[in-house]
């Protein structure tokens, strides 16, 4: 039987120095943002030669674990791993059921999420979470795509949940309320500053059973603004 050792020799020799980056970045405790060794010192410490590392290299990029700056050096990404679109979601064309089955994906997570985040959040984090609730209110005061502030409040109960797993769904997040917001359902904007503040409250008096019924009466009263939204186009299609 092959050992892990045994496999990983079986690798092409870029695949096995892209790995010891990894293994570099872990044991060093490099972080977001932080830079690696210059490419010489890289050649002298994995013993490889300068057009191995760098193939190494674009491959780690490619999956946006690193980011070279030229003139600068290689650093460590923001979000190490993680991609705009991990799942492909764009290539899916029909728009309508991904909408509503994305919905249904958050129904399955967020209300566990939160009630997680009403047990462990600090007062410190709650009071980021107001700010971020705060800032979704300031963008549909002003008329201004608010997607992105959304988004950024939904991944916070994610890291406040505790759950290493949450914050790296931020992408799927991302792209399930930007496309709700893409198909226009104004009424719900007053329902999403309403569901925002409770669920904050709930999660400030660490009341889990709270914050998990005001996430599913958020996100059930989303789906039903959506189908009806879907149903009016089909309407106007006819």
């Known amino acids: 039987m092959d050992t892990t050792d045994d496999k990983q020799q079986m690798l092409p020799l870029s695949e096995r120095v892209a790995s010891a980056l990894i293994a570099h970045i872990l044991n060093e405790g490099l972080s977001q943002g932080d830079k690696l060794p210059n490419e010489k010192l890289l050649c002298e410490k994995l013993d490889v030669g300068r057009s191995t590392l760098r193939e190494a290299v674009r491959m780690l990029a490619s999956r ?3 980011v070279v700056k030229h003139g600068s050096g ?15 979601l764009a290539f899916i064309r029909d728009k309508e059921k991904l909408v509503l089955d994305l919905v249904d994906f958050r129904l399955m997570v967020e209300p566990r999420t939160v009630a997680l985040a009403a047990q462990k959040a600090t007062p410190e984090q709650v009071a980021q979470l107001k700010e ?3 800032e979704v209110e300031r963008c549909i005061a002003a008329k ?17 949940s505790g759950n290493l797993v949450m914050p790296n769904l931020e ?18 904007r007053e329902e999403t500053i309403s569901s925002h503040r409770q669920i904050v409250r709930f999660i400030e008096e660490h009341d889990s059973v709270g914050a998990m019924d005001a996430m599913v009466m958020h996100l059930t009263l989303n789906r039903s603004s959506l189908i009806k939204y879907l149903k009016s186009q089909e309407h106007k299609s006819a």
Request: aromatic share 8%; with cysteine.
């Open 74 to 88: 290689i650093y460590v990404s923001d979000k190490p791993g993680l991609s705009d679109d991990p799942l492909g």
């Open 132 to 134: 971020l609730c705060l």
């Open 171 to 188: 992408p799927i997040m991302f792209k399930a309320i930007e496309l709700f917001a893409h198909m226009c359902i104004r009424n719900s």
């Open 144 to 160: 201004e795509p608010h997607a992105r502030a959304d988004a950024a409040f939904h991944t916070k109960l994610g890291e406040l």
């Open 64 to 66: 946006n674990i690193l």
